[in-house]
C-alpha cells in the first residue's frame, strides 16, 4: 500500500521555466511533510518542509503548497536551474512519540533542467 | 557542523554474511533512522532510535536490526545475507524527537554476491 505517491516518474523542464512536481498522499494522520532533492549514489538533500498548519511554505526559489482535503502537494522551483537536475522525493510524517521520525517517501521524480 | 557520516561508504559481501553499518549523526542530534534504497522498492524506511530506544520499525525481517550508543552514534547490522540486500542504505539524524527535517548521511552501497 503506497500511502505517498508521486505519479509523475520524470520531468524535463527549461532552464529559467518553473518546475512543478506534485506528490498525493493517502494517510490522513500524516502531518508534516518534506521534499528532498538526490544526486546518483548520494544521500538525499533536504529542500523544504511544510507542516500541516500550513498551506504554503517558500524558501528562496523553492515553495512547497499543500491542499490538506486533496491530500495533495507540490514543489514549485522557480526559476530551474541546471543544477536542479535529480531525482526529487516527497517524504511525510505522522505525529507522536510512536510514530517518531519515521518518514514515508514518495517514488520519486527525475527532473531535467535543459540550458 | 559536521554533517551526518556514514561507514564504510562501499561493501562487498557473498551470500549468507553478515555485515554492520556505521553512522554517526550531526551533532547533538538525538534521532537516528535508517532506510534502504533499491530501485523497485524505492526508499524504505527501516527503524528509528531515540536515546538508546527503538521507536519504531519498518517491515524488514529479523535479519536486520540495530543500535544505538550512548554518543548517539548507531550501527545497522543484516545477518544471513541475501542477494535481495544489494541496496543503498541512508541514514539520517534529527533534533526533533518527532516531526522536524531530517538530514541524511551520503549512505553505504551494499553489494551481496
Known amino acids: 500500500d503506497q500511502q505517498v505517491k508521486q505519479n509523475s516518474p520524470s520531468l524535463s523542464v527549461q532552464e529559467g521555466r518553473i518546475s512543478i512536481l506534485n506528490c498525493d498522499y493517502t494517510?490522513?494522520?500524516?502531518?508534516?511533510f518534506l521534499w528532498y532533492k538526490k544526486y546518483p549514489a548520494e544521500g538525499p538533500t533536504f529542500l523544504i518542509s511544510?507542516?500541516?498548519?500550513?498551506d504554503k511554505n517558500e524558501d528562496g526559489r523553492f515553495t512547497v503548497f499543500l491542499n490538506k482535503s486533496a491530500k495533495h502537494l507540490s514543489l514549485h522551483i522557480v526559476p530551474s536551474q541546471p543544477g536542479d537536475s535529480a531525482v526529487y522525493f516527497c517524504?511525510?510524517?505522522?505525529?507522536?512519540?510512536?510514530?517518531?521520525?519515521?518518514?514515508?517517501f514518495g517514488g520519486g521524480t527525475r527532473v531535467l533542467v535543459k540550458p | 557542523k559536521a554533517g551526518v557520516t556514514q561507514t564504510p561508504r562501499y561493501l562487498i559481501k557473498t551470500r549468507g554474511q553478515q555485515v554492520t553499518l556505521s553512522c554517526s549523526p550531526i551533532?547533538?542530534?538525538?534521532?537516528v533512522s535508517w532506510y534502504q534504497q533499491t530501485p523497485g522498492q524505492g526508499l524504505q524506511f527501516l527503524f528509528e532510535?531515540?536515546?538508546?530506544?527503538?521507536?519504531n520499525k519498518g517491515n524488514f525481517p529479523g535479519r536486520f536490526s540495530g543500535r544505538q550508543f550512548s554518543n548517539s552514534r548507531s550501527e545497522m547490522n543484516v545477518s544471513t545475507l541475501e542477494l535481495g540486500d544489494s541496496a543503498l542504505y541512508l541514514c539520517?539524524?534529527?533534533?526533533?524527537?518527532?516531526?522536524?527535517?531530517?538530514?541524511f548521511g551520503p549512505g553505504t552501497r551494499l553489494t551481496v554476491t
Open positions: 539520517a539524524s534529527s533534533l526533533a524527537q518527532v516531526g522536524g527535517e531530517q538530514y
Open positions: 494517510n490522513s494522520m500524516f502531518d508534516y
Open positions: 511544510i507542516s500541516s498548519i500550513k
Open positions: 517524504a511525510a510524517s505522522a505525529p507522536g512519540k510512536a510514530a517518531g521520525n519515521k518518514l514515508t
Open positions: 551533532s547533538g542530534h538525538r534521532s
Open positions: 532510535y531515540f536515546s538508546e530506544t527503538q521507536r
